[in-house]
């Protein structure tokens, strides 16, 4: 098992910048890609950005495309997301999960969670 932990969360006004981590510990050796999560109240989860570890490979949402980028520290067991020209639709708990065979954009396919961290945008 995959143990996350998220971290990096606040509030920002609109046009600001966050950088999210996300901490793998335990068997990260089975964790292929590491996916970024966002659920605001009321709404589904909802796919942002995801990573392999092995080649860096990554995969966005359309919304966040040339706002985020995704990027890991193999050396650490870490990976990041920074959060550039924030918009108040962007405000959700944002979680990291693990999944041990693909890099995809649902949820269905990570088996490892982190608890989540808040990120809010004022307008």
């Known amino acids: 098992q995959v143990q996350l932990v998220e971290s990096g969360g606040g509030l920002v006004q609109a046009g600001g910048s966050l950088r999210l981590s996300c901490a793998a510990s335990?068997?990260?050796?089975?964790?292929?890609?590491i996916g970024w999560f966002r659920q605001a109240p009321g709404k589904e989860r909802e796919f942002v950005a995801g990573?392999?570890?092995?080649?860096?490979?990554?995969y966005y949402v359309d919304s966040v495309k040339g706002r985020f980028t995704i990027s890991r520290d193999n050396a650490k067991n870490t990976v990041y997301l920074q959060m550039n020209s924030l918009r108040p639709e962007d405000t959700a708990v944002y979680l990291c999960?693990?999944?041990?065979?693909?890099?995809?954009?649902?949820?269905?396919?990570?088996?490892?969670w982190g608890q989540g961290t808040q990120v809010t945008v004022s307008s």
């Open positions: 999960a693990s999944s041990a065979g693909t890099l995809a954009g649902t949820p269905r396919w990570y088996d490892s």
């Open positions: 335990g068997r990260t050796i089975s964790s292929y890609a």
């Open positions: 990573i392999s570890w092995s080649d860096g490979r990554t």
